[in-house]
T-cell receptor
């Protein structure tokens, strides 16, 4: 199994600002993913973070709003840009090929 | 798609009883399924997985059953303990892909 850490664990941000969330895996993984989870709801895939190429975004999510980097097989970042209160959520990264292991999440509140 | 404005279904069981959590999936092309446990304030934790060429798989105190005919997945937890209290999600992966699609989740409450 892989151990995944995320930074920050939580943040409170002002409308219009951006936040970058970091995801670190303790071993090399082929696939990394970013999800959003509204409180009390299920997980929605934002994008697949591809190493060495542009991320693959799901319907409803765009690169300008959620730019993603994946410089190597153990690290990825997700930026939430030009934030609004509607972006308040938990953001989770995962890694793995078949079994996906999850980080603890970043709880974001936008005022 | 994303669940909107729905409260999670809840399953309440007595400590020591067996729990059965159900999940209906929609895509007949799904070939891999995972059950996750999510405790409050934490990320989802992998419990057990099953591939579509199997109909049953057992782990420690957990069993997953897959019925491809009716596209149904269940998680059975034996001798449920207070530490089993959490939200449980099923997730499916369509054959040939890497993405997981998550179900809406079930809140399991264990009563002492």
């Amino acid at each position: 199994s892989a151990v995944i850490s995320q930074k920050p664990s939580r943040d409170i941000c002002q409308r219009g600002t951006s936040l970058t969330i970091q995801c670190q895996v303790d071993s090399q993984v082929t696939m990394m993913f970013w999800y959003r989870q509204q409180p009390g709801q299920s997980l929605t895939l934002i994008a697949t973070a591809n190493q060495g190429s542009e991320a693959t975004y799901e319907s409803g999510f765009v690169i300008d709003k959620f730019p993603i980097s994946r410089p190597n097989l153990t690290f990825s970042t997700l930026t939430v840009s030009n934030m609004s209160p509607e972006d308040s959520s938990i953001y989770l990264c995962s890694g793995g090929m078949d079994e996906q292991f999850f980080g603890p999440g970043t709880r974001l509140t936008v005022l | 798609g994303e669940s909107v404005g729905l409260h999670l279904p809840t399953l309440s069981v007595q400590e020591g009883d067996n729990s059965i959590i159900n999940c209906a999936y929609s895509n007949s092309a799904s070939d891999y399924f995972i059950w996750y446990k999510q405790e409050s304030g934490k990320g989802p934790q992998f419990i057990i997985d099953i591939r579509s060429n199997m109909d049953k798989r057992q782990g420690q105190r957990v069993t997953v059953l897959l019925n491809k005919t009716v596209k149904h997945l269940s998680l059975q937890i034996a001798a449920t303990q207070p530490g089993d209290s959490a939200v449980y999600f099923c997730a499916e992966r369509v054959g040939g892909g890497n993405k997981l699609t998550f179900g809406t989740g079930t809140q399991l409450k264990v009563e002492l």
